[in-house]
């Protein structure tokens, strides 16, 4: 499983930002039933938004949110986006804060929530087949009420914050500056996988969105190197 959760357990509250630059909370739904998939404009899952706009179009009893882990902004999510004609809700996550609240180190992960914000089930693609595992779970009532939220640190921001300076470099046309924050953001985090590929965007993002993903090009770069400091 992609989460450290196991089912059953609640989830900590995940505060973000919407496309539209709203804050906004998994929080705001209880009550209901919510669809996570955490995806990335970088990543081949941005083939799976329209499957997620399919469920959404068929349940629209359960809420979807979609999280894009972009740390250039909302300009490439939303090129996919609106290619799913999605109407579900857009989340952004620029900071990696995902990776810090609910211990997630990878994208395209798909995220069933029960409406006391409890994990119902996680897997490792939104495809057909976990699509399908879905139907009986929805049925299934909530968890106890009372159900413990995890504790998070909530002081140990130095990734969110180094990825903010990424952005704010990225903003001044910074890009080496901008690469050398993420790379920091490495050193602190080496087992987090959303941070490394973002890299290779910023270096070379002809390989990521002037057509299909260059796969073959990614097989024969060298992994990303932490840069302490």
Same mark, same amino acid.
């Given at each position: !499983?992609? @989460?450290?959760?196991?089912?059953? +357990? ?16 998994? /929080? ?21 938004l329209g499957a997620l706009q399919e469920f959404h179009g068929k349940r629209p009893d359960v809420a979807v949110v979609s999280i894009a ?20 809700? !857009?989340?952004? +996550? ?11 180190? %990878?994208?395209? *992960? ?9 994990? @119902? ?15 009986? @779970? ?12 995890? %504790? *998070? +640190?909530?002081?140990?921001? /130095? ?12 903003? %001044?046309? %910074? ?39 260059? !796969? ?7 992994? *990303? ?5």
């Open positions: !499983m992609s @989460l450290p959760y196991r089912p059953g +357990d609640r989830l900590p509250d995940l505060r973000l930002g919407s496309m539209g630059g709203n804050s906004v909370s998994i /929080r705001d739904h209880r009550g209901r039933k919510v669809l996570v998939y955490v995806w990335a404009s970088w990543c081949e899952c941005r083939e799976r882990c972009d740390v250039t902004g909302p300009e490439h999510p939303m090129r996919y986006l609106r290619k799913a004609g999605a109407a579900f809700e !857009m989340w952004i +996550d620029a900071t990696c804060a995902i990776s810090r609240r609910w211990g997630l180190k %990878r994208v395209s *992960v798909p995220i069933l929530l029960d409406e006391e914000g409890s994990l @119902l089930k996680a897997g490792n693609a939104l495809d057909a087949a976990f699509l399908a595992e879905l139907e009986p @779970l929805l049925a299934r009532p909530a968890a106890r009420k009372d159900a413990p939220e995890p %504790r *998070v +640190d909530t002081r140990n921001t /130095r990734v969110e914050i180094l990825m903010q300076a990424c952005t704010n470099f990225l903003s %001044r046309k %910074r890009t080496d500056d901008a690469v050398a924050a993420l790379r920091k953001a490495l050193a602190l985090d080496p087992e987090n996988r959303i941070i490394p590929k973002q890299v290779w965007v910023l270096r070379n993002p002809e390989k990521f969105y002037s057509g299909p993903i260059d !796969m073959d090009w990614q097989a024969a770069q060298p992994p *990303v190197t932490p840069l302490e400091g």
